[in-house]
Each structure stands twice: as structure tokens, then as C-alpha cells.
């Protein structure tokens, strides 16, 4: 049967501070992790809503999409050949959960779901970003790994103006100041400063730090507006 396919997250990983332990050559053994690290993230954070993590092997595909009418999160085999370690995989299915468990809100068990996601979908996508932090940070994986797999497969448009998704760059920024603030240790003690595509980060976003550093200096709550 035909199905909706509502959110197209890009997200897609990188280095390393950990190197995977499972060879996803193997049939099943990508399966194996991709639930594993779901229902991992699922039970840290008690969250209470069913949903379904499956693997489809496309490796042209280097993406991970939550379908909301089957609560099924799918990441394709393009996201897994783009991820070096558990923390940038964590990272991107923590997004998804983020969406499928939206899926469920509202009448008749979350029907109009997608609609209400239709309406507003970049803020829907800030939401997840944060959230997947939270979520992984809940059950024992590095929020970094967030900014390097994004680092890594998203792509930077021009513009946002036609797209479901924020830039690129404004998320990573987003996601970077609210590690920042919630989570500073792990900027402390950071095990992704020798990662190639978490320095490739600090290079491009240098003007964006610089907005944040401002904000802190003075002690502003107001919503930066990033580049
Ligand atoms: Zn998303």
C-alpha cells in the first residue's frame, strides 16, 4: 500500500569517538543495531508511545523518515554507510522519535497529525532537534555526534524560503547553543574537538558562535536569528 511519507529528515553521520562494532554487511546485523539503539533511547526516556525502527538497505538513500500512520521509522542504508559510530546514529533516530511520537497528538489517536505538521513543518523540525538531544543525552550517547553526522550529509540550499527544513547551518547552530546551555559539559570535556567534520563546524559556523557569544555576554534571552 501506498504510504505517506511526512518528514524527510537528512541526517546522516560522521566520525568517530567510538567506532562501530557491528559490520552492516552483514544481513541483519544493521537491524540488529538500528533497534537496538532505538529502543534504547525509547525505554532511557520512558517514553510511553509504540513505534517500529526498520532498515531498508538502499544505500543511495542517505536519509531516515518516520511514516506517521505506521508510527515506522526507516533508516536507509545511505545513513548507515554515513555513520561512524552509535552516537551519530542515536542522533538521528532520536529525531525520528521525536516526529512519531508528535504522530499520536490530537483526535482520533493523532489523524490529523500530519496536518498539523503541514502547517508549521521547521518548527516541528527545531522541536526534534532539541528533543534529540535530550534523548540521547538521556540514554548515554554524545549530543556532538548530532552536529557531525549533520555536518556531514545535509546539504546547505540557498534558501529555506520552499523547503520543509530549516538550513542546515541554523539548525546546527540551534542545536550547538542549546548543548551549550543545557549540556556545557560536553563542550568541557569534548570527545569529537579531533573530529574532521565536528572542526569543519566550528570553521563554518565561526559567525553564527559569534551571535551566541554575544547573546551570552549580555545575558539576552532574544532568539538569535542565524545565519
Ligand atoms: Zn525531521
Redesign the pocket.
Known amino acids: 500500500m501506498k504510504k505517506i511519507i511526512i518528514?524527510l529528515?537528512m541526517f546522516f553521520i560522521a566520525i568517530p569517538s567510538q567506532a562501530l562494532t557491528i559490520d552492516y554487511t552483514k544481513d541483519g546485523s544493521a537491524q540488529a543495531l538500528v533497534s537496538k539503539i532505538g529502543f534504547n533511547i525509547l525505554n532511557a526516556n520512558r517514553i510511553p508511545q509504540r513505534m517500529v525502527f526498520y532498515v531498508k538497505p538502499d544505500k543511495k538513500v542517505v536519509n531516515a523518515v518516520t511514516y506517521f500512520r505506521d508510527r515506522q521509522i526507516v533508516v536507509y542504508g545511505g545513513l548507515l554507510t554515513y555513520s561512524d559510530n552509535e552516537d551519530e546514529l542515536a542522533a538521528v533516530i532520536a529525531?525520528?522519535i521525536s516526529?512519531a511520537i508528535d504522530s499520536y497528538d490530537g483526535v482520533l489517536r493523532g489523524f490529523f497529525s500530519p496536518v498539523t505538521y503541514s502547517l508549521k513543518p521547521k518548527k516541528?523540525?527545531y522541536k526534534?532537534d532539541k528533543r534529540a538531544v535530550d534523548f540521547v543525552v538521556k540514554a548515554g550517547y554524545n549530543p556532538l555526534a548530532f552536529i557531525t553526522i549533520m555536518n556531514k550529509i545535509d546539504s546547505q540550499p540557498r534558501y529555506e524560503l520552499f523547503s520543509t527544513?530549516p538550513l542546515c547551518s541554523r539548525r546546527l547552530a540551534a542545536v550547538y547553543e542549546y548543548i551549550y546551555t543545557k549540556y556545557p559539559q560536553y563542550l568541557v570535556q569534548n570527545e569529537y574537538k579531533d573530529n574532521i567534520y565536528y572542526q569543519n563546524f566550528l570553521l563554518t559556523s565561526r559567525e553564527n558562535r559569534l551571535k551566541l557569544q554575544e547573546k551570552v555576554k549580555n545575558n539576552s534571552k532574544k532568539r538569535i536569528k542565524y545565519l
Open positions: 518528514l529528515a529525531h525520528e516526529h516541528y523540525e526534534a527544513h
